[in-house]
């Protein structure tokens, strides 16, 4: 194996399965994970209009340069045994450094989110100069926008205005930051303090470049989800997480919104609405609820306290 290739592990699923196939190459390393159909194309945000009716995909996880296939072998034994997950048949092979750069340059394009809110990689123009750009590549804590999860919560940040749930001068929580991508457009598009929080540092340190590269690091605070503990503060959560993590963390959000505040949640199946729903109903009315590829995005606003 040559010291410059990655490690990538491949598996075939459905997306009933593909989060939690997702969840267990993070656990055994993965630095970043491509969702790709059965064409091998890589799977971008659908354009206005398009539905993408897909039911099975390969997941490809790429772990970090020169480390060893039989560590990488053990790493997701483990990560499987620590879960308790029957770990699904996954393929090991090796990409090259230059075939690397130049399949996601190939492949990342510049993505669109509601009004005002494009996503660029750093080596193409912006399509639309007057927009609000953020500049991402991928990298450590991948997270682009092209999963229906992410994309969700961006169309919902770029379609706020100052008449529909404007960002601007709020106060944001990004619980579970991943690349950091949320906290940058938050900050981005006008909010007065963005707080984004992760249990892996790999994410946090993705999100604080992302926010040096995109101007905003003196807007954006990163750290654990201690740095949450100091009472209802925040205007407008963002968790992108996934649905045990959000029935736990419940009562978590309640007494860090603000009466009248939003919560924005998605990483849901369609299916786990209703627990959503029962979950979070002793404090939140559900405003509005949309599905993309059978994921969920659920918005909520705190009641006043009685």
Partial sequence: MGAGSWPEVRVSTTVEHAERVEEWLFAAGALSITFRDDKDEAILEPAPGEVRLWESLNLVGMFAQGVNEDDVHAALLLAAAASDYQAPLYSLSQLQDTAWERTWMDTFKPMQFGERLWVCPSHMDAPDPNAVNIRLDPGLAFGSGTHATTAQCLQYLGNATPALCSVEG???????????????????????????????????????????????????????????????????????????????????????????????????LVEQIESIRLGYNEWFNFDQIESQDDWALLIASKRAMQ
């Fill in 170 to 268: 709020l106060s944001v929580i990004d619980f579970g930051c991943g690349s950091g991508i949320l906290a940058v457009a938050a900050a981005l598009l006008g909010a007065a303090d963005v707080r984004a929080v992760d249990i892996d540092p790999q994410a946090l340190e993705a999100t604080r470049r992302n926010a040096d590269t995109n101007g905003v690091d003196n807007c954006v605070v990163t750290g654990l989800p201690a740095l949450l503990s100091d009472g209802p503060n925040c205007d407008l959560m963002l968790a992108n997480i996934l649905c045990e993590p959000l029935l736990q963390l419940a009562p978590t959000f309640s007494s860090l919104i603000r009466p009248g505040g939003v919560l924005v949640m998605s990483g849901v």
